[in-house]
Structure formats: structure tokens, C-alpha cells
């Protein structure tokens, strides 16, 4: 099986081609239907307009009763071999009677209404009758809108049909009728398509988001698991290699009959054990914090106190660095309700920190004070800093600053992903500032009641 960093890149790429192919396909297809309702339309709205012609052409015909009203028509110079075609089998055009003498706009209008109503189509629309090149019948707005045609026939789509209304030559009348472009946008009826479209292509680009997102999360856990195990294996090992040469030792015949190497030996192999049950401890606390069962004692107690006893406790870790705190405890109101045990190993462990990532003639300035509503402590040091990048990440959980050697300073990355927990569970906030390479503050502010 392919390693994740490397089958990463392909199933992006693929995810990537199928969805571009989905949006493709989704555009054509509207693409299409939009093309064929449009024409569905414009062939609905002819229709209309050729069922109005036929009826105004079938009101414009007279009955045919008797070869008496043929021969009439052959007295008055028709051709006795004319055939004209009857309407309806039993019906003939009337002579020589115009369109415009036989109806009126308003008739000729609710008649186009009803006919475009019939087939579901808007009725908004303007007309006019042709006869002899001239409009002889025309609808009440035509002559305000004829302009606005013929200046920009885009905005009407036009419709005729011939109305056939001399039986003596073959002379015609035309229908004219013109019907607003934005009738024929066809988004409007498709809004439901479109819009499904959109939405189900915005929930693919969704997920498609979500899958790249959880990806790298399980890229960057798969790393982060390797180290911690890295990390886990170095620190547990230590103390059990340290442990078992101990007890080496004290079986040795030599050691056994002195007393003062035997104290010696017990007393690092309870040093170590002290050590393993700390780191196990540790990683007890962090399954607690990420389970959010972790409760808090909350007394009223001396953070000055804290701070000073923490610092004392550390002094040999600080002697060894050559380094030295600065205590600058101006806060006038030094008492917060917190968690004694919690708070105190919030401070321990940025107090540690400070002193693994330092250089010698580490320095270490711890300073206090109060705002109106908040107890402000501030943890400065002239260590080795933080990049911008780390400075982001450094309260996630198992994560280390890489410093040339990933096992050169001990710890699982718990340390401040715990203090940040601490800090949150106690409603206060911490701020990182830090330049690579001379030093990182600590600013935590905590409410005060």
C-alpha cells in the first residue's frame, strides 16, 4: 500500500478532475434544457398566433348555400374555372372585405390573450394588421412601441401570419405580433433546476473541502503520532535502562555491604520511578482534558506565593542553565480563586519550558500586575524563540518545535497544549510573542471577582 504522502496528491487529483467534470456536465445539461424550453416556447407562441389567424380567417368566410352565390361570384368577373378552396368544407373567404372593417384592437387582443393563455404562455404582447404595406389595425400601445422596434429588434421577438381576405386576386393581410424578449427567458420557470444545480454543486464543493481538510488533519496526526511514539519510546526508556543499572549495582557483592551505595542506588531508582509516573501522569491528564472530565478546586489563593515556591522548586534546573528569574510582583491584589494543584503546575511547566528551550545565562522574568477586571502574570526569557509558524502551533496537543535533534529536549508535547486547558478551564487567556532567537513571552490574564 501507498504511503499517505504520496497517495495524497492523487486522490486530490482525481476528486479534482470528477468535480470539475460534474460542474461541466451540470452546465451543459442546463445549458441544453434552457436551449429547448426557449425554442418550446417560441413554437407554443407561434402556434397561438397562426390559432388566431385561422379563427379571424374563419369569421372572415361566408356560408355557401347554393350554386346561385357561385354563379354571382362568375357575374362579377371571377373565372368560371376559379377553385377556390372552402374553409371548414362548406365555407368561402368574403369578398373583398378588409380585416381591419371586421374587427376591433380590442377583439383581436383577447383573442391572442385567450390563445396564448390556453397554452400556458405570458400575455404580454403588441399586434398590428398589415394591409395594403400599411398598419391598419394595431393594439392600443403598438404605436408608443414601434420605435423602440424597430430601433432594437432584439427586444421583441416577432411572430406573423397571413390573413388571406380577397377571394377576387390573391391580395393578404399579415398578423404581426411582437412579444418581449424577457418572455422567453426561461430562467425564471427553470429557477427550481438551477438553483438544485447550484446547491448540489456547492454541497460537492462542501465536501470535497471537508475531505482535503481531513486529510491533512490525518496526515498531520499520523506525524504527530509518529513523534509522540518517538518521544514516549526515548523518555520511558531512559528511566527503565537507568532503573535496571541500578539494580545491577545492588546485586553486585560489593554493593551489598555498603549501605551508603545501596541508599544511593535506591535513591535513583525512586528518582526515576518519580520521573516515569510524572510522564504517565502527564498523558492521564491530557485524556482527561480532551474528555473535558477535569475538575477544578477553586479556592482563593496567593499567586505570589505560587510563583515564588515554583521558582525555588526549580532552582537546580536554572543553576545547571547558569540562568536566573527576575521577579518584578507589582499586582496589588494577588489573590484568584483557582485550582491550587492545576494552577501551580501551569506555572511549573511554562517555568520548564523556558528552561529546555534556553541557551546558557538563561534569564527569566516573571512580572504581575492588575487591570480593572483581570490578574495579569507575564513569563519573559532570552531563550532560543519561536518561529511564526510554531508560535501557531505550540498549544496543539502532542506537538514539538523541531530544534535540529527532535529528541535533544525531553517531553511528549503536553506541556503547554495542558497549560493552554488550564488556562481556558480558569476563564483566562494567554498570549506568545516570540522573535527566533531571543526569546518568548508569556502573558496570561485571569478574571478576578
Known sequence: MLPLRKIFPIIIALITLSLL?????????????THIKKEEKEQK???AVDAVAKEMMERLAVPINSRIQLQNFKREGTSSSLNLPPINGDRL????????????????SEMLKKSMKERKLDTVFEFGIVEN???QLVSPGFSERIQKISEDSALYHQFIASLAYNIITPESGQLYVFVPSTSFKVFKYMGWMISGGILFTAIIVTAFALTIRTMLGQKKLSEIKGDFINNMTHELK?????ISLAIDAIGNEKVMDNKDKIRYFSGIIKEENKRMNKQVESILQSALLEKDELSLNLQPIDVHQLISS????LQLQLDGKNGKVQLQLNAHQPIIKADEVHFSNLIFNLL?????????????????????????ISIADNGIGMSR?????IFEKFYRAHTGNVHNVKGFGLGLSYVKAIVDAHKGRIRVESILGKGTRFTLEFPQD
Not at 531512559?238 to 537507568?242: D, E, I, V
Not at 519550558?353 to 495579569?376: H, P, Q, W
Not at 509558524?389 to 502551533?393: A, F, M, Y
Request: glycine share 4%.
Open 21 to 33: 467534470g460534474i460542474i461541466y456536465i451540470q452546465y451543459s445539461w442546463i445549458n441544453s434544457a
Open 45 to 47: 407562441t407561434s402556434e
Open 93 to 108: 373567404l368574403r369578398p373583398t372585405e378588409p380585416v381591419s372593417r371586421l374587427f376591433d384592437p380590442k377583439e383581436v
Open 133 to 135: 404595406g400599411y398598419y
Open 238 to 242: 531512559t528511566p527503565l535502562a537507568t
Open 310 to 313: 515554583t521558582v525555588e522548586n
Open 352 to 376: 520548564d519550558n523556558a528552561i529546555k528551550y534556553s541557551k546558557d545565562n538563561l534569564e527569566v522574568k516573571i512580572t504581575t500586575g492588575n487591570t480593572r477586571k483581570n490578574f495579569v
Open 389 to 393: 509558524d510554531t508560535v501557531n502551533r
